[in-house]
């Protein structure tokens, strides 16, 4: 605890101190995630950090899915008629509304899962000492990475063929760092090992998620593919 | 901490592009996937009328675009023949176009290698032939001013041909044929001119006929055959003359009596088709709607 009080710093405030955490969760997670939780910090700035990029992930996607099917469609002209399609081209900047809000919805589910699946497995299978609440708003700064992924997807937009590869290398460079922040924070919170961290917020939460995603593929598959052998 | 401000506001100035870019790009980039529209056209006009070829009453066409579009209309114009409007990229071979009158009949051979043609007949001419590309589409718009005798409409590898057929149309017969595609029919005329018939056939892809004809004076009957694959039927106020798993037969109730008849007849080989359906209700999305036949690889 001694090592703890000495990388205490000196509290910031409003739009600079805000700038500091975000930079800090990237650089000095550890120090930072100290700082928050001994400024016991509220909910609010994590959940606002999620909604931001992850709504914005969420509209890139959905413009450039815009911008993919609005040429594309070009061959359905001939069938439904000109008029028709123009309503029809007009009608997909629905896409990114949507978008946006479905990735918001499920960024704020993995995000209050995955910290349960972290807490329950840090505090009962590890004996760590720290809450639910706490780590959720730590969890909260792990989006700050994905904007590497937002930076890969712009670029990607601009030009698909030079930034491709481009922007594959900083998707991984951000789910690496994301890792690497998520057991800083499960350590921090409940003053685990190193080790203990990553099992408690990588391993056991991924084991969980392939476990849901093979069930929900079984239940896809038996309704659907059952239902077209009739 | 410095350099976690700094860091802090990089990743802020990428936020805030990033929502200027989200509302910008697709005026400023438009679409991501851009076909060659602007691509140099060269647009060759060629057109016969009466004067040309005085006593003729009979047209007979033998048309062939490798790879490109046919569009199909007729005018009120008596004195016009034919009009094609060819649009070719730079450089593309130049249509041959002959013309061959013997008596009161005109044969006219066109050969096109690629391009997109806009062909106009008159009203005054009765109208037999064959259309074909080899791969792209046709579509015709039978008005009240077309006098067909028989025509053969084909996409001779792939692609498509779409019909519209308006009241106080004219034609006895329509041989649609598409090897890998679709067809499209729109049947919105309440009369037509005499007995007529349609033939359709697609050997992999599908038939939409987004609805069926019925008029006080005109009777009409669909028979509709898939070898492998399904019918997608609405049968509305027809008459369900016949049905079974991959064959379907209705008509207007006023068939046996009407003085004009249209009969139409489809065939898809591997593929479906759907029967008085709207577009886009007409690919299914429930399998336990409206489905009188189905029939699926088992």
Known sequence: ?230 | MRANIIIGGMIIVILLASVIFTFASPTVLGPLIKFEEDKAKVTRTYSFTSDDAPGVDYINLNFTVKAGGIDINFTDDSSLIYMFVFKQDEGATKPSIENITFDSKLLVNVMAESGDVKVTFGNNYIYNGTLRVSLGGITVKLSNYSNIEFFDLAAVYAGGVSVDVEDDASFDHLNIRVNAGGIMMHIGAKTLEKNSSISARVELGGIVVDSIPKGTSLGSRLKAFADIGGIYLNPGNYTVISQTVNRVEIGTENYPTAPIKLDIELFTGLGGATINQPFFLAFPTSFSQEITARYFLE
Request: glycine content about 10%; charged content about 10%.
């Open chain 1, 1 to 230: 605890m001694e090592n703890e009080t000495s990388v205490q710093s000196k509290p910031s405030s409003g739009f600079t101190g805000f700038l500091g955490r975000l930079g800090g969760a990237l650089l000095e997670p550890r120090k930072t995630f100290y700082d928050m939780m001994q400024r016991e910090m509220g909910i609010l700035e994590p959940l606002f950090l999620i909604i931001v990029f992850f709504g914005i992930q969420g509209a890139l996607v959905g413009v450039f899915t815009v911008r993919i099917l609005y040429s594309s469609l070009a061959f359905l002209s001939p069938i439904i008629g000109a008029e028709q399609l123009q309503a029809f081209q007009g009608g997909l900047f629905i896409v990114p509304v949507i978008t946006t809000i479905s990735w918001i919805v499920f960024a704020l589910m993995i995000w209050i899962i995955s910290a349960g699946i972290a807490h329950l497995c840090a505090k009962y299978i590890f004996k760590g000492m720290g809450s639910y609440n706490q780590l959720l708003k730590l969890y909260g700064y792990a989006s700050v990475p994905s904007s590497l992924v937002i930076l890969g997807m712009m670029l990607t937009s601009l030009n698909f063929s030079i930034f491709f590869g481009l922007s594959m290398i900083l998707c991984l460079m951000a789910v690496f760092w994301t890792v690497v922040i998520l057991v800083v924070a499960v350590e921090r919170c409940y003053l685990i090992d190193p080790g203990q961290a990553f099992i408690s917020s990588f391993i056991v939460p991924l084991i969980v998620y392939l476990a849901l995603s093979a069930l929900v593929w079984l239940i896809f598959s038996s309704l659907v593919l059952g239902g077209f052998s009739l």
